[in-house]
């Protein structure tokens, strides 16, 4: 990964045009310079140049950023004013330490494969002590005053029981593991799972301790489609939380406990349903493991390169457009809900997917109706939301009116991230849309009885 003096050049490479003042969230609601793109970039510039210290101002500036890259598709100079900003809260951190309650949770839960499903197993019984539920909603707000969390912040409730629990529990996923490829078995169940596509489902931390309905989803529309999956229960926490708050060290900790956990199977592809994992895992972190010897290199450039977002998975090589699938679902098509889509950051600016998520609302048998700046970020840029929950909504608002204005029945995005903000943003508004994982629109259709077959 690259240091902030590695930047140097790119920073060199502003002009100043302020072409991504325009479209940065941050300058749209606080309209001072500094917090806009180039104004972090002239700061990023001039600290290198020693005009300025690391500050209490200019970290706070690194800091307000939702790392949404909005600035980086604008910028006609190609500054990535995003990697620059994470350059410099990784200088940030090394010179300074982090917090420590953020150092703590990073480095003692968040990067142990024990400690982690522990803690969040004892947030999850001691929640409804701390918070009470919220009527007709699927969240939470807190009864006492809590540490970061706002009192008006609509929490998610912690599953009963997480995800990955509940698939090693079922022993789901470790059939089609357990069978070598060429193995000519003459069961023909085993035969048939062998003849598969071999996917590795990757969670997530928001999938597997709040959102587990979105894993159950994705693991049923990947057999739908007719894919083998095979889901490692070793998995971690991608990194990205640690890589955002400049953790460089425990982020490459995480990464490489995945490739661990992933390399033990023969798999055709690794999926997610978290763009912002998804970006991580396909992109971010051959960045990040760069400077790590060539067999480390190697490894995470295979692993890479076998991750796709679900919604390019189904749609691009598991061709949901062409199977069984579609055919039963077109035949929802005339009672359809009205759907709206938003574009996670991660996914479109991040892994340049639009299209695809799309095509499976309009699969799934609903009508899409486009919302005005689909792709305008939700506000929740990873622990912003936590650390600047006032900025965070103050962002949201746009996104929320915007929902609204569609008078959609549904919201459906692809990040469960995104799912939460967008959750708390309407409910803050007074709408009830439902906010939903294009892939659980996908999945209801299979559940519910279909119309027209009855
Ligand atoms: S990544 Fe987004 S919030 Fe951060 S500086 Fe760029 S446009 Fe602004
Ligand atoms: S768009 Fe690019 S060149 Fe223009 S001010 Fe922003 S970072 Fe600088």
């Known amino acids: 990964m690259r240091t902030l003096k590695q930047f140097t050049d790119e920073i060199n490479k502003c002009v100043l045009c302020g072409t991504c003042r325009s479209v940065c969230p941050t300058f749209g609601v606080v309209n001072r310079e500094p917090a806009s793109a180039r104004g972090k970039v002239a700061l990023c510039g001039a600290f290198l140049n ?7 101002g ?5 800091n307000e950023c ?3 890259m909005a600035c980086r598709t604008a910028c006609p100079n190609d500054v990535n004013v995003p990697d620059i ?10 010179e300074k330490g982090l917090p420590f309650a953020k ?3 990073l480095k003692n839960i968040l990067d142990s494969e024990r400690l982690m499903p522990t803690a969040m197993k004892f947030a999850s019984k001691l929640q409804g002590l701390l918070f009470k539920g919220v009527p007709e909603e699927s969240g939470l ?8 969390i706002d009192e008006r912040r609509l929490v998610p409730p912690l599953a009963d029981r997480f995800f990955l629990e509940e698939q090693r529990a079922r022993g789901k996923g470790e059939i089609a593991s357990a069978l070598p490829r060429n193995d000519i078995t003459p069961n023909p169940e085993l035969r048939t ?3 598969k596509p071999r996917v590795g489902f990757f969670a997530g931390c928001l999938i597997n301790y709040m ?3 979105i894993g159950e989803a994705s693991l049923k529309v990947l057999e739908k489609a007719g894919a083998s999956v095979i889901i490692p229960y070793d998995q971690h926490c991608c990194g990205m939380p640690a890589l955002g708050m400049g953790d460089v060290e425990t982020a490459k900790s995480l990464v490489i406990k995945n490739l661990e956990a992933f390399e033990q199977y023969d798999m055709d592809y690794i999926t997610t349903a978290c763009a912002t994992c998804g970006d991580g895992l396909k992109r971010r972190f051959k960045e990040l493991l760069s400077d790590e010897g060539e067999d480390v290199r190697k490894r995470v450039e295979r692993f890479a390169g076998k991750v796709r977002d679900i919604t390019e998975l189904l749609v691009n090589e598991l061709r949901i457009q062409n199977s069984e699938f579609n055919r039963k679902s077109k035949i929802v098509n005339s009672k359809s809900e009205i759907v709206t889509y938003h574009d996670p950051c991660h996914l479109r600016r991040g892994q340049g997917i639009a299209d695809v998520p799309r095509e499976i609302i309009e699969i799934s048998g609903a009508k899409l109706k486009e919302m005005s700046h689909p792709c305008r970020c939700c506000g929740l840029g990873g622990t912003f939301n936590i650390t600047n929950y006032d900025f965070s909504m103050a962002i949201n608002r746009d996104k929320a009116e915007d929902i609204k204005n569609t008078g959609a029945d549904i919201v459906a995005t692809a990040c469960p991230g995104c799912i939460i903000q967008m959750k708390d943003g309407l409910h803050q508004l007074g709408a009830d849309t439902k906010v939903v994982h294009v892939v659980e629109l996908l999945a209801s259709h299979l559940t519910s009885p279909l119309r027209g077959e009855d």
Request: net charge positive; glycine share 2%.
């Open 85 to 94: 900003i994470l350059a410099a809260r990784a200088k940030i951190a090394k």
């Open 211 to 213: 959102l587990p309905n």
């Open 103 to 105: 150092s703590f949770i």
């Open 141 to 148: 707000h807190r009864r006492f005053s809590l540490p970061l």
């Open 58 to 62: 200019f970290i706070k500036q690194m």
């Open 66 to 68: 939702v790392q949404c």
């Open 193 to 195: 799972l062998n003849s």
């Open 50 to 56: 020693k005009e300025i210290g690391l500050s209490d």
